[in-house]
Structures are given as structure tokens and as C-alpha cells.
């Protein structure tokens, strides 16, 4: 009888429709992978000090230091940027708390609330993209796409997982993502950002992945778009994940206090 | 301010720094400037500022003091900000010469009455002035704001002579008492439900003083500064991918008509980076005010922008423009070109300005 049972299986399994069953395995692994990203990326909290250097498309470059504070409850982010340097941006501030955004000068000597257009936009004229810093370093992408495994192949000497991730957002910038994730360390290794019209709009390598208190981190990344020709290089030069960052970090009092 | 005072407080400062081990950040910028008349006989102007601050942070205290050494005709120096912080738990304090700045407003705000205008540049920063100030929190969105300001300071210690070119009135100083100090209040309101709001209050005196004639042989034409009440109430939200702000005030001088400003605006940026800026200013009295502001900024090659001011008086019919491009030229330098034009006097702008002409320029500035 066990064996006639395990015959009925193993028969059943083969005339079941069997794209279908392929696909949902291979569905279920994709959001395996993309949810093991995001544990790897993301965090409830962090402080970041980076240095962001943008390059023309002429081979100009200016080099900025930020610093990130950044802290998610529940389905509430917030994050503190500052510029550190060059003195011609520094204690510049943005606060970003929920939906509502902040922009503190400290030429005009207070805060204005901005837009959702300043968060949809370049971050801090770099050609990542408000939402880029949010999914790569906080919120990640399980949460805006539904991810796809399209193959597994060799990248750069290691093992990738190639995911194609479709945004569930109407109003995203992009029409899809197509990401390469390090089998062993489930960290994205490069992303190709599509456009709306198809057509590839920007690249990101992730690079210097160290272990950083037992978390795999890119220390350096590079975006670059490759429609106008620019790109921006960041680089971590210190790291903290699961701080304990106080509420009062994140409000209009500590934005305009500045450094 | 006497030279010697300023670099006694530099030494002051920069040797505690020293004694204490702690470090003063320092850091300014260097500019210079040339500008060119556009009408004959095209007058050459060349000048140049150099900006100073020394700042230092103690945890719950901290101090900044601000220098602006400049040559144009001459070369001057003058102490430009100068305070002290506390932070409290709940509480904020700061003493000493400073600016504060209310409204939500670009620009133009009919709220921010604490600082008198430059009449070089009204659009510019305003004069700083001694001032105590105590913001008091209410958790994380309420906001109290308490401002005094012991000595009034004027716009301008004399005025042009209205009648007779190249004379001047000194208006009747406002003597250094306590009655005629001024005090501000104000109550802020951020992010609720996607809103900030304020009001505020202000007794005080008004910035240009009232004119009068005096009968006799021949007439003789006095200047007095009056004094006045503001009530005020400003807004901020966002709608989408634009934001739009408002601001009023209701101003009760003591001898004179009351009457009232307001601004409306609004800003929208779009996916290439481009920002539009919108906005109506009205200031209501015999000769109203009506001006439409317009705004745009375009960045370009990621480090560069383009900009343009205009400004439209729908009454004279007059305006103003002033496309500006500056080239980022490395980290902290950058090279401004760009013209300032005026159909007319920008007093048929409602402006308060003297010496504004029409011109282009040329400005290169190096931060530190």
C-alpha cells in the first residue's frame, strides 16, 4: 500500500499542470531571496557617515560628506540627513518623518516644509534617487516589488541569484529592476534600474562588502546613469545598525540645531 | 564697529578656544565681485566681501560669532551675528546679535518684522539685531517663541530728503528704554496632519519712519518712527508633488491707518529637476501693492544651475528680472553670472530700495 501511495504521489505531481507548479516554486524562492535581502540591507535603525562624490559627464567631480540617522517604527521611517562638508552645504539638514519632509538652510535660518517632488527626486543632486536611499538602505524592495527569478549565474567570480523586480507601485519611476544577489551573502552586487519606457536608466555596483558586527555591508557603491553619463561613488566611512536613536533626533528642533 | 573691538573678540575667542583645547570650527567665504551698468554711462562697480564665523559646540551650549569684512569704496568691518545657545530639555535660549526668521513664505515675509530689511538688498539677509530668545517645546510639534529686543534699530539712520535731492533728514532717534524695547511672540504648529502653522504677535516700532511737514518759512520736513502692532499667521502643506504656503498680517501702527499684507505661493518640481515657483504678495493702503513673484531654477550638468527671478506689479505695470547661472567651478568655488533688470524705480514694486540699478554681473565665491 505505501508503495502504490507513493506511486499515486509521483503520478499526481507529474500530471499536475506543470509550468504552473514551476512557477510558483520559483515565485516562492524569488520572494525567499528578496525577503532575505532586505533582513541583510535593512534595518531599524541606523547612523551612516558617507562620503558622496557626483562625477559630470565630463569628468567634473565634487565630493560631499552626509551624515544619515535613520529609524523605522512600524510603518513609520524617519531619517536625518546632514551635510558635514563642503562649507558651501554644510549644516544644510533634511528631515524626513513619515510623509512629511523638511529642508533646513542654514542661510535662511529656518526649516520649509518641501514637496513630495524633492523626494521623488535626486538625492541631494547625486543620481540616486530619494526612493534608491530609502530601499537600499532602510525600507528595502520586498515591500515595493514582487520579485521574479529569471536564472542563476556567475557575476564577478561568485554565484547570483538574477531577479527581476516589478514595481507594485503605479506611480514608481521605474518600469522594473533587475538585481544580482550574492548566493552566500544575500547582498545585491548590481542593480539595473529600467525606465518607464524600457530602457536602462541607471546601474548600481555594490562594492567593499565587509562584515560589519555580523552584518555583510557594501562600504561602497557606485550609481550611474547611464542615459546622461553621470555618476555618483559613496563611500561608508562609519556604520551603525540597531542604534538606539532617541524621537527627539527626528524633529524640526534637532533639524535646525544643526551640527 | 570699531576695528580694533573686532579683532579683540577674535583673539578672545580663538585664544579660549586654544586654552580650553576644545576646537572652534571656523569657516566663511571669500567673494568678489564685478558689476556693469546697463545703461551709458555703464558704471563699473568692484567689490568684495569676506565672511568670518567662528563657531563652537559644547553639548547643551554653543556659540557662533559672525564677521563680514567687505571693500567696495572703502574697506569696512563689522561684527554681522554674535550669540550664544543654551539647550534645555525643553527649552531653547539664545543672546546676543542675531537674526530671526519667521514665515513660510520665499523670500517675502509680511511675518518676519523681528530684523530690518537691508535697504541694499531687500531681498537679501536682513540686519541683525540684539535680541533674547526663548523657544519653548511642547513635545515635538508645538512650538513657543518668545523674542526681545531691547534697542530698536532702524533701517536706515537717515533717510533721503524728499523734497530737496541730495539732502538728508535724521529721523527722531528712539531712545534706549525699556518702553520702547520690542517683543515678539509666537506659537508654531509642525506637522499636523500634514500642515504647519504659526501665529504671532509683535509690538514694536515700524521700520521706515512717518514724514511729516511742519508748517512755518519755510516748511521744515520731520521723520519719526511710529509705533506699531503686528498680528500674524502663516501655513504650510504639500498637495501631491507641490507645495503651497500662505502668510498674512494685520499691523495696527499707533498714528497711522492700519493695514495689511498677505503672500500666496507655490512650488512644483518635475522628474528633470526643474522647480516652478509661483507667488501673489498684497499689501493693502491708499497705494496698494499687488505683485506677482515668479520663480524657477534648473539644475544642469549635476553640479551647475540656471535661475530666474521675476517680479510683476499688476498696478504700474513695472517689473523686475534677474536671470542668474552659476557654474560650480570645484568644491565650494563657484562663478555666478547673471543680470538684474528694472523696468523702473523698484519703489513701483513696492521695494523699499536705494541704489538699485539696472546691471550685470559678474560674482566668484570661494567657501571655507
Known sequence: ?259 | MNKRLVVSILLLFVLSGVATAAPITISGSVTTDLAAGLSEPHHLHAGGELELILAHFMGDAAFRVGLKGSYNDGFGIELDEAYADYYGDQFDVRLGKQRVSWGTALQINPTDVINPVNINDPLGDKQAVYAAVVDYYLGNNIKLSGVWVPVFKPVLEVIPHPLIPGQVIIPEKVEPKLENSELGLRASFLGIKGWDFSVSYFGGWEDFPKISMVPGVPPQIQASFQKTQMFGFDVATTMGDAGLWGEGAYFLPKDTDSYYQFIVGGDYGFANGLVLIGQYYHRSGDDPTNNIILAAEYPFGLMHSARLGAMYNLGSHEYMVSPEVVFSLADSTSLSLGVQYFSSSPSDLGMPAIGQSNNIYAQFKIGF
Open chain 1, 1 to 259: 500500500m505505501k508503495n502504490k501511495g507513493l506511486m499515486l504521489l509521483v503520478l499526481a505531481l507529474i500530471l499536475s499542470p506543470f509550468g504552473i507548479e514551476m512557477g510558483l516554486a520559483k515565485e516562492r524562492t524569488a520572494a525567499e531571496i528578496i525577503t532575505q535581502v532586505d533582513l541583510t540591507m535593512g534595518s531599524d535603525s541606523k547612523t551612516m557617515t558617507q562620503e558622496m562624490t557626483l562625477v559630470s559627464a565630463s569628468g567634473a567631480s565634487r565630493t560631499r560628506e552626509i551624515q544619515l540617522q535613520n529609524r523605522r517604527t512600524g510603518e513609520q521611517d524617519a531619517m536625518l540627513v546632514r551635510f558635514l562638508a563642503p562649507a558651501d552645504v554644510r549644516g544644510t539638514g533634511l528631515l524626513m518623518t513619515g510623509d512629511d519632509t523638511w529642508l533646513y538652510l542654514p542661510a535662511l535660518g529656518r526649516s520649509r516644509r518641501i514637496a513630495g517632488h524633492a523626494k521623488k527626486g535626486d538625492f541631494m543632486g547625486s543620481d540616486l534617487s530619494f526612493d534608491d536611499m530609502e530601499q537600499l538602505g532602510m525600507t528595502g524592495f520586498g515591500s515595493k516589488f514582487a520579485p521574479t527569478l529569471l536564472r542563476t549565474e556567475e557575476f564577478q567570480g561568485i554565484q547570483t541569484y538574477v531577479l527581476e523586480l516589478s514595481p507594485l507601485d503605479s506611480e514608481s519611476d521605474y518600469s522594473k529592476l533587475v538585481m544580482w544577489v550574492d548566493q552566500e551573502r544575500f547582498l545585491p552586487r548590481k542593480i539595473e534600474y529600467v525606465d518607464l519606457e524600457g530602457k536602462l536608466l541607471k546601474v548600481l555596483h555594490n562594492e567593499d562588502i565587509q562584515d560589519v558586527a555580523g552584518r555583510w555591508v557594501a562600504l561602497a557603491m557606485e550609481m550611474e546613469n547611464v542615459q546622461q553619463g553621470t555618476k555618483t561613488m559613496l563611500k561608508v566611512s562609519g556604520v551603525e545598525f540597531d542604534v538606539d536613536i532617541a524621537d527627539s533626533v527626528f524633529t524640526v528642533r534637532s533639524l535646525e540645531r544643526g551640527l
